[in-house]
């Protein structure tokens, strides 16, 4: 019986290549943006390296950088000068976000425009829903979030992404959207959205860390994959277009699960402190980050991620040249 020898399919670089059975493209990913109120700045994210949050006249920078890069789209996150108990810069019509949206719709048509609809980094108490004393109220939640969406899609985004994780918002964001004349602005759920270690930095940078507790009563518990599941198949009944989990790296099962078990595009988020920990061990010269970081997003499509929302996207555009 003679053995199988798979190495004749990698026997050279020209070979390899035909035989490759995962690739990724510009249009798999989605850059994150941060945009904070006032005038010419700049501010480095000192726990993400490369990272900055931008004014609305100081997006340009940035922006010609993603275009350059013919990438799927971006994602932006408001950092608002004022903050309230019921977070009502997410959807006032001037907020941070919205001018951001018409600012790029204006100048850079071409762009895809996706908005994260969450409180947190609008709400004085730093939680993403209404808050009774401790308690992270649900129901009361959903008309702010319905509020935010259809500001957003007003402003000119192309897709809203809800990422509170509060119960019932996806059908409560669709039939809001629907009744304001928005049916054609699809939604991405954070279906999956666990309480991870993994953002630390996005909090930096989003001004968005809660005032007290923690999110553990509304993001999942990170050893629950069952679970994970019947919130994406919740959120795919609701009428979701596009699911997500997030974090990436350490949940690519539940990509995987979820890919096998849902004909449904999916998104993952490779998130702040995946990216941080990349840069980390780049400057210290532990690893080759090129190489890090293409084959992490790699597993991640290879996982069933259609969109993958990463902070290396500019880097990775270049590597694939």
Known sequence: MSIQRFRRLRRDGRIRSMMQETRLHPKDFIYPIFVIEGENIKNPV????????????CLKEILDQVKEAAIGGVML???????????????????????????IKENYPEIYVVVDICLCEYTSHGHCGMVCGDEILNDETLPYLVKMSVSLAAAGADMVAPSDMMDGRVAAIRAGLDEAGFEQIPIMAYSAKFASAYYGPFRDAAHS??????????????????????EIAADIEEGAD??????????????KEA????????????????????KAATANGWIDERRIVMENLT??????????????ALDAVEWLG
């Open 299 to 312: 597993a991640m499509k290879r996982a069933g991620a259609k969109i993958i929302i990463t902070y290396h």
């Open 77 to 103: 996150f408001g950092i608002p000068k004022e903050k309230d108990p019921q977070g009502s810069q997410a959807y006032a019509e001037d907020g941070i976000t919205q001018r951001a949206v018409r600012f």
């Open 46 to 57: 000192s726990s993400m390296p490369g990272v900055y949050q931008y004014s609305v006249d």
């Open 259 to 278: 890919a096998l078990r849902y004909a449904m595009p999916l998104a993952v988020y490779n998130v702040s402190g995946e990216y941080a920990m990349v």
């Open 209 to 230: 860390a809660p005032g007290f507790g923690d999110r553990k009563s509304y993001q999942m518990d990170f050893a629950n994959g069952q679970e994970a599941l019947r």
């Open 242 to 255: 596009i699911v997500m989990v997030k974090p990436a790296l350490s949940y690519l099962d539940v990509l």
